[in-house]
């Protein structure tokens, strides 16, 4: 898979109110790993985030995605502390240089779009 150009669509399901001081935050998290921090998204509408060539490396059939409620930085700590509101497969990474969209089972839905290098 070439990896030019890498990012996501994240919209929320359902738009939530969050309480003061907190943020959600999206976790990749890969077959036999630990969470992986992607980015803290929003809870009202959509966000693109741009991924590094080793977030979509872990990305596959077997890979997760996680949305946890976090102090505004994000976890201090690199794991989740917060609750885990969503949770669910993401699918295979697609290998072709042509957008695909997936909708997870979390109810957040992603659009990746991964080019080959020229």
Do not use: D, F, N, Y
Not at 17 to 45: D, F, Y
Not at 65 to 89: C, D, F, K, Q, Y
């Amino acid at each position: 898979m070439g990896i030019g150009k890498a990012r996501m669509i994240v919209v929320p399901a359902v738009p939530r109110p969050m309480q003061s001081g907190r943020k959600p935050e999206l976790w990749l998290i890969p077959p036999r790993g630990r969470p992986i921090a992607v980015s803290l998204i929003s809870a009202h509408g959509p966000v693109t985030l741009s991924l590094s060539a080793s977030l979509v490396a872990r990305l596959g059939p077997a890979a997760r995605l996680a949305a946890s409620i976090e102090p505004p930085g994000g976890s201090p700590t690199g794991a989740p502390t917060g609750p885990v509101v969503a949770a669910g497969a993401i699918g295979a990474a697609p290998a072709a240089a042509s957008p695909a969209t997936r909708t997870a089972p979390l109810g957040i839905r992603t659009t990746s779009c991964l080019s080959r290098p020229p």
